[in-house]
């Protein structure tokens, strides 16, 4: 029978080809949007974790419940809780990573002060062999001026910073803040170069330097605010909890507020929301175009359905079952949908797959954001994008021939030769 419908589908051509291209292009924008919007989720996923959150980060308790990055509830011995990681979770790559605030004062040529301005930093490990921060955070790409930090005492600031303040690559700051315990230090960088992010936050008043750096300035030897845990295959919610739940059952008491804790990543800044979001929306996508098509699918059914209605009629009054005409239109439909679904997922991924590579640049449309976005749009083909469209694709149709084919039941046998002569 599928043999028989598929003749006809490729004869009459008038009953087939506008609902192969509607369906077509319904699926093609279903795809489409399914890896568009899996890959935007995906980038602020990963620039989070990249940037701030990591997939896992450890803190002491008094460090993740504080407001502020307070580096007086910093972690202690943090070379050997990150050899123990090593061992118990190898999967995991593990740094350490400090946050610290402070006064960023420029000198002139007779070493008095010329311009001060606030400073958000970050210490990294740049200097390690294999170290990957510096490339997770993107640095390499953002510098406008100079090079990455290659010896002690080198510092990256914000070129918006340099810009206003009138700092040059090779300048020497001072830096204005307090220790792990409390006293006022200052500490003298030189300016290997200057970042630009694309992002507010990040760029008014940055300056990221290396970890020893930071341990030697903020007296902190063995010491770190934080150790971020990246998972080597990606990070994955479901292996992630189970790292956290063994760690902390083991290292951390609810009655030490300096005992260490893990959280992983949806535990963080509202993560769970953009995560939640994520996997539901390949389900609204496929609900609202499903509707949307099915609407007019329906309307394209009985606009078709009047086209045939001396065909439905030559077959009843030829002794032909009003229910295997019925489900013969919906077999029909099923077919007709599955051609389109194949034409529109292959559309649609070539679209995907091609913006997986090269991207989109929509920087210019996010100058002056205070939200952690990246600039170059992905979007992100997943083994979903394979067989989303077919949902929407077949059901829609399916579903607008069903109801649209309903009047078949409401033709009056005793009225089809009249019809006929007519």
């Given at each position: 029978?599928?043999?028989?419908?598929?003749?006809?589908?490729?004869?009459?051509?008038?009953?087939?080809?506008?609902?192969?291209?509607?369906?077509?292009?319904?699926?093609?924008?279903?795809?489409?949007?399914?890896?568009?919007?899996?890959?935007?989720?995906?980038?602020?996923?990963?620039?989070?974790?990249?940037?701030?959150?990591?997939?896992?980060?450890?803190?002491?308790?008094?460090?993740?419940?504080?407001?502020?990055?307070?580096?007086?509830?910093?972690?202690?011995?943090?070379?050997?809780?990150?050899?123990?990681?090593?061992?118990?979770?190898?999967?995991?790559?593990?740094?350490?990573?400090?946050?610290?605030?402070?006064?960023?004062?420029?000198?002139?040529?007779?070493?008095?002060?010329?311009?001060?301005?606030?400073?958000?930093?970050?210490?990294?490990?740049?200097?390690?062999?294999?170290?990957?921060?510096?490339?997770?955070?993107?640095?390499?790409?953002?510098?406008?001026?100079?090079?990455?930090?290659?010896?002690?005492?080198?510092?990256?600031?914000?070129?918006?910073?340099?810009?206003?303040?009138?700092?040059?690559?090779?300048?020497?700051?001072?830096?204005?803040?307090?220790?792990?315990?409390?006293?006022?230090?200052?500490?003298?960088?030189?300016?290997?170069?200057?970042?630009?992010?694309?992002?507010?936050?990040?760029?008014?008043?940055?300056?990221?330097?290396?970890?020893?750096?930071?341990?030697?300035?903020?007296?902190?030897?063995?010491?770190?605010?934080?150790?971020?845990?990246?998972?080597?295959?990606?990070?994955?919610?479901?292996?992630?909890?189970?790292?956290?739940?063994?760690?902390?059952?083991?290292?951390?008491?609810?009655?030490?507020?300096?005992?260490?804790?893990?959280?992983?990543?949806?535990?963080?800044?509202?993560?769970?929301?953009?995560?939640?979001?994520?996997?539901?929306?390949?389900?609204?996508?496929?609900?609202?175009?499903?509707?949307?098509?099915?609407?007019?699918?329906?309307?394209?059914?009985?606009?078709?359905?009047?086209?045939?209605?001396?065909?439905?009629?030559?077959?009843?009054?030829?002794?032909?079952?009003?229910?295997h005409i019925y489900l013969s239109l919906i077999y029909e439909a099923a077919l007709i949908g599955t051609i389109g679904s194949v034409i529109g997922t292959i559309i649609g991924l070539s679209v995907g797959y091609y913006l997986q590579i090269n991207g989109l640049d929509l920087g210019i449309n996010f100058q002056g954001s205070s939200m952690m976005l990246p600039?170059?749009?992905?979007?992100?083909?997943?083994?979903?994008?394979?067989?989303?469209?077919?949902?929407?694709?077949?059901?829609?149709?399916?579903?607008?021939?069903?109801?649209?084919?309903?009047?078949?039941?409401?033709?009056?046998?005793?009225?089809?030769?009249?019809?006929?002569?007519?």
């Amino acid at each position: 029978m599928i043999k028989f419908l598929f003749k006809g589908i490729l004869r009459d051509k008038n009953r087939s080809v506008i609902p192969i291209i509607i369906v077509a292009l319904g699926v093609t924008l279903t795809v489409f949007l399914s890896t568009w919007m899996r890959g935007i989720f995906s980038d602020m996923i990963n620039m989070n974790a990249n940037y701030e959150l990591g997939h896992l980060k450890i803190t002491t308790h008094a460090y993740a419940e504080s407001t502020m990055a307070a580096n007086d509830l910093a972690l202690l011995d943090v070379k050997e809780l990150i050899e123990r990681l090593h061992k118990e979770f190898p999967d995991v790559e593990w740094v350490e990573r400090t946050k610290f605030g402070g006064l960023l004062d420029v000198a002139d040529a007779k070493g008095e002060t010329r311009a001060q301005g606030p400073a958000i930093g970050q210490a990294i490990d740049f200097f390690s062999k294999g170290s990957k921060e510096a490339e997770r955070m993107n640095i390499p790409k953002s510098i406008v001026k100079g090079k990455l930090p290659s010896e002690p005492g080198d510092a990256l600031i914000s070129d918006m910073f340099a810009e206003k303040y009138d700092v040059r690559v090779g300048s020497e700051v001072t830096l204005f803040g307090s220790t792990m315990y409390g006293s006022m230090m200052f500490y003298n960088f030189k300016v290997c170069g200057t970042v630009r992010f694309g992002n507010q936050q990040l760029d008014r008043g940055a300056i990221l330097i290396d970890i020893t750096d930071a341990q030697k300035a903020f007296d902190m030897q063995n010491a770190s605010g934080e150790i971020l845990g990246f998972m080597k295959d990606g990070y994955n919610m479901d292996g992630a909890e189970a790292i956290k739940q063994k760690f902390n059952a083991e290292y951390y008491n609810p009655n030490d507020e300096f005992s260490p804790e893990m959280r992983q990543l949806k535990d963080q800044n509202g993560m769970d929301v953009y995560i939640t979001a994520m996997n539901m929306m390949g389900t609204i996508f496929t609900f609202i175009f499903v509707v949307a098509m099915s609407i007019v699918l329906w309307n394209m059914g009985l606009l078709g359905g009047l086209r045939r209605y001396t065909e439905f009629g030559v077959r009843l009054a030829l002794g032909e079952d009003k229910t295997h005409i019925y489900l013969s239109l919906i077999y029909e439909a099923a077919l007709i949908g599955t051609i389109g679904s194949v034409i529109g997922t292959i559309i649609g991924l070539s679209v995907g797959y091609y913006l997986q590579i090269n991207g989109l640049d929509l920087g210019i449309n996010f100058q002056g954001s205070s939200m952690m976005l990246p600039t170059v749009f992905r979007t992100e083909v997943t083994p979903e994008a394979y067989y989303i469209g077919f949902i929407p694709g077949i059901i829609a149709m399916v579903l607008g021939n069903a109801l649209s084919g309903i009047g078949i039941y409401k033709r009056q046998t005793a009225r089809l030769f009249n019809e006929l002569e007519v």
